[in-house]
């Protein structure tokens, strides 16, 4: 086999060289929908084992030309016939390349009379990325794993081949539906909590789900964050959150996966973020506990007083103080919510909120006393300020003010 390097063009990320061939009776394996006929370059991808998805349309076409292959041989690699205008419109990378004038090899023979490319990607993410390219893509599925396992990898391929119009086009899919504020963050969970419901109905009915789907996992939009940090900066501490609640919980759930699921895949400095944060936060909590007025505005003692009668008959004379009616009343229910929730933050103080708007708590007992005027303050402060105040510190917790202040600085 006689090989001639034709050209090569160097990349900050990627080196690609377009070679001439000659065919000594080579048996290829070509992708059963993305080899055209009129096509003018051949890509060529060492195979991904096991193909995947196991039913993809690469996976099968393996098996019907290596069953049907004369001496039975398994191919290493799957060809992708396609266009060089299509190429070049869509990737930068690929347009430098071919827009170098190209000499004349009349020894070498080529592939079905292209030129081709040998690309070091996975051969299912090439498969991805040239059906996007093509529009045989799927469409996507807002906060479905299923989507973020297909097109991440194909952002991430767009971003090493300088593909700017798939990137415009799918990393707003990918980024939408991620909460940048409170309130986006309620509107999330509602979201997720009614394709939850939906994925668990189809699960009983059916013994399995939405085609095996799952909601998104946010180590997944982690690991895709890496490629595009300008861009997830502002949702990356909903993402660590999330993140934070799914691993702190204790068992499987049906529409998330396992709690531990995609950890394995977090860099050291991802998982050490995670840990922070999760820190951090049970810190925070813990001072509503014990240092409230550390966290919150609390009114000091006050001049009115209530007395009380004890089971043995005796009279107590109780003085408002909202310090200390806290630390007892107020405890009770958010040492049971940080049980409930754990690693949940707005769960936990989102349940006092409830006790709050429900008139749960006792505003006096043998523990502790506080006025109805004292006790209102205190309601309107924590349930319009408690959550606020969370949030704007949850860049803190996790570390990622600091992360973007030295990505700024590099």
């Not at 991808?45 to 196991?54: A, E, G, K, N």
């Amino acid at each position: 086999m006689v090989i001639c390097l034709l050209a090569a063009r160097v990349n900050k990320q990627v080196t690609l060289t377009l070679h001439h061939m000659s065919s000594d009776s080579l048996d290829l394996l070509w992708h059963p929908r993305l080899s055209f006929s009129d096509g003018n370059i051949v890509l060529r991808v060492r195979l991904t084992f096991p193909p995947d998805p196991p039913g993809s349309t690469l996976d099968e076409g393996i098996k019907s030309q290596q069953k049907g292959s004369a001496d039975n041989k398994q191919s290493t690699h799957i060809h992708f016939r396609v266009h060089k205008s299509v190429l070049s419109d869509h990737s930068e990378v690929f347009s430098n390349m071919l827009d170098i004038p190209q000499p004349q090899f009349p020894d070498c023979t080529l592939i079905n009379g292209c030129d081709f490319v040998d690309l070091h990607d996975s051969s299912t993410d090439i498969e991805k990325l040239l059906q996007v390219i093509y529009g045989f893509n799927p469409p996507y599925k807002r906060l479905y794993q299923s989507s973020i396992d297909y097109y991440g990898p194909v952002l991430e391929l767009a971003k090493k081949y300088e593909m700017k119009q798939v990137i415009n086009t799918y990393l707003p899919h990918v980024i939408d539906g991620w909460p940048t504020s409170l309130d986006e963050w309620k509107l999330f969970e509602t979201e997720i909590e009614l394709i939850g419901r939906r994925l668990a109905s189809r699960t009983s009915a059916s013994g399995e789900g939405d085609d095996g789907d799952i909601l998104v996992q946010p180590s997944s939009m982690i690991r895709l964050a890496r490629h595009f940090p300008e861009e997830f900066s502002s949702i990356l501490p909903a993402i660590y959150l999330d993140l934070t609640r799914l691993s702190s919980q204790m068992r499987s759930n049906t529409s998330r996966g396992h709690p531990s699921a995609g950890l394995s895949n977090l860099l050291g400095t991802e998982y050490a973020t995670l840990l922070a944060g999760q820190s951090a936060i049970t810190h925070y909590i813990l001072q509503f506990l014990n240092e409230p007025d550390k966290v919150m505005e609390l009114p000091g003692p006050c001049s009115v007083e209530r007395y009380i009668t004890s089971p043995k008959e005796s009279r107590i004379r109780l003085q408002c103080a909202p310090a200390g009616w806290w630390k007892w009343e107020v405890a009770r229910f958010l040492t049971h919510a940080m049980f409930c929730h754990q690693g949940d933050i707005f769960s936990i103080l989102g349940a006092v909120t409830v006790a709050f708007d429900l008139s749960f708590l006792d505003q006096i007992s043998s523990r502790g006393f506080i006025c109805d005027s004292c006790y209102q303050r205190v309601k309107a402060e924590f349930i319009c300020n408690a959550s606020k105040k969370a949030w704007t510190k949850l860049s803190a917790f996790f570390g990622l003010e600091e992360l973007n202040v030295a990505g700024a600085a590099s």
